[in-house]
């Protein structure tokens, strides 16, 4: 097996410290240990449920925080989903969500490579229950909307750093 340094699966040029057969380790051994619903919020505007405009729908999809804890050799990653429709230029549905994934991993893998599995297979591993619930809250407010894409599909919004008052 090749020790070749890899990349990140994020969209990255910068090489990480583990290499592609560290990486393959944490994949294969890794366990799912949780997954849950943070937070959910949707907000509807009288403008959703006109017939008579089609609205224009985004969808986003964000890492909000990715950490390893050395005594348990878990890691763990928020994302945050969205889709939001405009009618015009004014906001008609927002509904959003952070989802927290957590993976056991086995004694000895690399706590980058856990890392970097982390951020990659969690996102892919939230997203079915994001679009389960906005389908559901959608349905059941009666808002038309279509099923949501696959996550290929999604822009990947990195995070900002928040700007320092002055």
Same mark, same amino acid.
């Given at each position: 097996?090749?020790?070749?340094?890899?990349?990140?699966?994020?969209?990255?040029?910068?090489?990480?410290?583990?290499?592609?057969?560290?990486?393959?380790?944490? $994949?294969?051994?890794?366990?799912?240990?949780?997954?849950?619903?943070?937070?959910?919020?949707?907000? !509807?505007?009288?403008?959703?449920?006109?017939?008579?405009?089609?609205?224009?729908?985004?969808? %986003?999809?964000?890492?909000?925080?990715?950490?390893?804890?050395?005594?348990?050799?878990?890691?763990?990653?928020? =994302?945050?989903?969205?889709?939001? !429709?405009?009618?015009?230029?004014?906001?008609? @549905?927002?509904?959003?969500?952070?989802?927290?994934?957590?993976?056991?991993?086995?004694?000895? !893998?690399?706590? #980058?490579? %856990?890392?970097? =599995?982390?951020?990659?297979? %969690? !996102? @892919? $591993?939230?997203?079915?229950?994001?679009?389960?619930?906005?389908?559901?809250?959608?349905?059941?407010?009666?808002?038309?909307?279509?099923?949501?894409?696959?996550?290929?599909?999604?822009?990947?919004?990195?995070? /900002?750093? /928040?700007? #320092?008052?002055?």
């Amino acid at each position: 097996m090749s020790k070749a340094i890899t990349r990140a699966p994020e969209a990255s040029d910068a090489p990480l410290d583990f290499s592609s057969d560290e990486y393959n380790h944490v $994949a294969r051994t890794a366990r799912m240990s949780g997954l849950r619903l943070l937070k959910f919020a949707m907000d !509807a505007q009288p403008e959703i449920y006109s017939r008579d405009v089609k609205p224009k729908l985004s969808y %986003g999809r964000e890492l909000l925080s990715c950490s390893y804890d050395e005594e348990s050799r878990a890691v763990a990653a928020i =994302f945050r989903y969205s889709v939001s !429709a405009k009618t015009g230029r004014s906001k008609a @549905f927002l509904c959003q969500a952070d989802y927290a994934v957590v993976y056991d991993m086995e004694e000895g !893998a690399k706590r #980058e490579a %856990g890392l970097a =599995f982390c951020k990659h297979v %969690g !996102a @892919f $591993a939230c997203y079915p229950y994001f679009r389960a619930a906005v389908s559901h809250m959608a349905w059941g407010s009666g808002i038309d909307l279509p099923p949501l894409p696959a996550i290929a599909a999604m822009p990947v919004v990195p995070k /900002k750093p /928040k700007e #320092e008052k002055a």
